[in-house]
């Protein structure tokens, strides 16, 4: 089908406006775009609802278009970046709260709600939503579930599917299905909501999720504490888990990273901090304040200094703007979000350098310390080819140190576009063969999202 | 293959002593064997290692032999029942302990491992493994993780599928797979780790589990409530629910399930009592006494009385006494593991009651209030045909209700053989293609575990 042609027979099928006049660039990248990964599409689709996504779905299958699913487009891996043309189905119009029940703790919202809109209406409600994946006012619950997006508060809480009892999915043949719903427990046949989680678009598309909710910590009490160098903060989170405590989230910043934020930071800046790790404490009154003392007491081997922040909220845009800063240090950025078990996390920091540096790039890392999952990111010019070509390279070889350490090739990001030739030569056939599989049975014709995963 | 020459063959292909002499009755029942649901097999493997495990799947794929797993026989849905003949795979024999990495909160252990043993190495390292279903000396972990099964304590921390970071599996055709591993995230490709956990063996066989643990609280407090009856106590959990306490856990008995064990009760029990919930706090000294005041402020509108229970074990321990008590009234038990949205669960109790009743029964309840997963179970003698078929009449009829009330067939105790025509029947055809198409992917000859969930 001609791209005008499908314009056309989409808007004869679809609800006045649900398609878009023509295939404007911002679709065809994510938010790793500067890098020139750009991708096709013959048209964009706004449905106002998850039958219009289900009719759209049925259509594409029967007449073999490519459908590629967008959230809110703040992905790194390329997942929402359209490979083989066809229909970009643009979810931003899918944002109803269909159900909010604040004494139940759970809420049933559509996929195109941005994620901070989730957060809010949690908290207006004395409740909290916690998964928190960077870029909250941008992305949408639907990425967050596509994706099963982290955040700094994933050590405590999990990450977005330990929060999701139910979904609503389109199929690959059009097919609108209920998995799971508001009771917050369900053995009845296999897991198809953790299958469809985490599956990046390339099963069917998640139109709606039941969340589960908990009630909000009375008090949320942040610290931050700052080291020479790698080695010294590093053993610093060793002694926080080692110490048995729970913070609510344990993160770090590697010297290159402190450095790209150092101006910004909201507090008191150590003279020659090479390395920070921020953490919070919450619960009830008491509680938050006891886990804060003992935070510090775990943390203050080695520290230059260390500083409470109060509200925490302060503390945690600053950590938001970390990924920003970094890629302004040289105009453009290669960001990788491997994971690692915990007590590998300092190799881990210092094989990124290692690598890089191998590789003739700068290098820095910042991430979820207390869940091994670092944002191990290259330096590089926006439009330099020599040096994007290298950090490839580079994170071939960062991956294969990561698998050695029993690591993973992602923490958060998902496997998308750019990762998914590594994922088919790094893990083990006969798993690769059941990831196949399964593809191969929920989508039988490769309609959905192709090109990434797997 | 005859049963002794497939006995041959497999004595030739496995370890000396793996094949047992003969099949043994309680190879071909679980612990709703009373009922009268025996199955069939040819051979018992008792396999020593992974690898063997392996060598005999395969054997079987090439063979056409079907392959039932079994762990501790526990399970109350027939799913350890072997339906269609073949080999049943003991797993008693797996039950190495691989790593205990206390200080880094994780252990990795063989699926073998009575669920018990696994709690008590956490809590020798200061650490808790929260899953706590019943019969924890004869359960298995891997039969936990292949029912995703939950306990008490799921209501604050989760089911057994939020404690496993990685499997290893032994596929339907006999690779020995690993799914993850130790490291806390892992978005690589689709969760198949979460595919497999809750399959009950119908996708392959688990024979290791990477575990997450947690730092043990510091102190766990119960704390008991009676009522008149069930509108009260029913009143008094969503009274728990919507004040925002988190208890570890919040459980009830109605009123035949209390009276079937309020012989035993450890400690006062008020006259006219027809109606109890147990809710433990747990965490630091301090937060664990101002959450019991606020559980205990929360459920005292309408109780007859509220009593402490330092320690906390002895309360748990009669809670788990209340499944064979409750078996014991008539002989026999037809026991259904239902689950509702939590502001259903006094509608539930209820209906179980009106359903046992329309079909001639005796029935009662008790179970995971905080989760709103009921054990319905009607009564009948042991060996009365007729009332078996009138309790399946009525599970039936249950089930309708259950559906209707957004809720699942099963919380915790899986599909097995028993429910998997309810599932037919209840379930969207559109979801039931999926079941199918995953299940004829990753089992395409239909060999492991046969008649069972789909």
Redesign the interface.
């Known amino acids: 089908v001609k791209p005008r042609a499908l314009r056309s027979e989409l808007r004869k099928l679809l609800e006045p406006g649900s398609v878009l006049p023509d295939v404007a660039p911002l679709y065809l990248v994510d938010a790793a775009g500067a890098l020139g990964f750009v991708g096709s599409a013959d048209a964009i689709v706004r449905p106002v609802s998850a039958h219009e996504v289900a009719t759209l779905v049925a259509w594409c299958d029967s007449h073999d278009v490519p459908v590629t699913p967008r959230g809110g487009g703040t992905g790194l891996s390329g997942g929402a970046v359209p490979l083989e043309g066809g229909v970009v189905v643009d979810m931003v119009r899918l944002r109803r709260v269909r159900a909010l ?1 604040p ?4 809420m049933q919202v559509e996929a195109g709600l941005p994620t901070g809109e989730v957060h809010r209406l949690a908290r207006e409600n ?2 909290l939503y916690p998964p928190d994946p960077g870029a909250s006012e941008q992305s949408q619950l639907g990425g967050n579930v596509a ?2 997006a ?1 955040g700094p508060h ?1 050590f405590k809480y ?2 977005t ?2 929060w999701v009892t139910g979904l609503e999915v389109v ?1 690959a043949s059009g ?18 909501r ?2 469809f ?3 990046e678009g390339t ?1 069917g598309i998640v139109t709606a999720a039941w969340l589960r909710l ?3 910590p009375e008090r949320r009490l942040a610290l931050t504490a700052f080291y020479p160098g790698t080695p010294e903060g590093a053993a610093a989170i ?1 002694q926080v ?2 110490s ?3 913070p609510a989230a344990l993160e770090y910043l590697d010297p290159g990273a402190l450095a790209a934020v150092a101006a910004t930071y909201p507090g008191q800046l150590p003279v020659g901090a090479g390395f920070a790790v921020l953490a919070e404490a919450d ?2 009154h ?2 938050a304040l ?2 804060r003392e003992a935070l510090a007491d775990a943390l203050s081997d080695g520290a230059l200094a260390l500083e409470c922040h109060v509200p925490a909220d302060a503390l945690w845009r600053w950590r938001d703007s970390v990924s920003g800063a970094v890629a302004s240090i040289l105009g453009s950025k290669f960001s990788e979000d491997v ?5 590998r996390l300092g190799e881990a920091i210092e094989i990124t350098i290692e690598v890089a540096a191998a590789h003739g790039l700068p290098a820095c890392s910042w991430g ?1 310390a ?4 670092l944002h191990s990111t290259f330096l590089l010019a926006a439009g330099d080819v020599d040096a994007l070509s290298r950090a490839e390279d580079a994170a071939a070889a960062l991956f294969a140190q990561i698998r050695a350490l ?10 998308g576009s750019f ?1 998914r030739h590594h ?1 088919l030569a790094m ?2 056939p ?2 690769l ?3 196949r ?6 989508d039988p014709k490769g309609l959905m999202n192709p090109g990434k ?2």
């Not at 029993?406 to 496997?415: A, P, R, V, W």
């Not at 599989?437 to 929920?442: E, F, S, Y």
């Open positions: 029940d004494l139940q703790w759970r004395g409740l994706t099963n982290g994933a999990g990450v599917g330990a199929t097919d609108l299905v209920q998995l799971g719903g508001a009771t917050r427990k369900d053995v009845a046949g296999y897991d198809l953790r299958l989680i985490g599956s099963l908990t009630p909000a060793q888990i080692g048995g405590l729970v619960g009830g008491d509680e006891t886990l994971a690692v078990p915990v007590d979820h207390g869940d091994g999952n029993g690591g993973s090739l992602s923490g958060e990001h998902g496997i990762k994922l893990h083990d006969a798993e063969r059941l990831l599989a399964v593809k191969r049975a929920l995963v797997i």
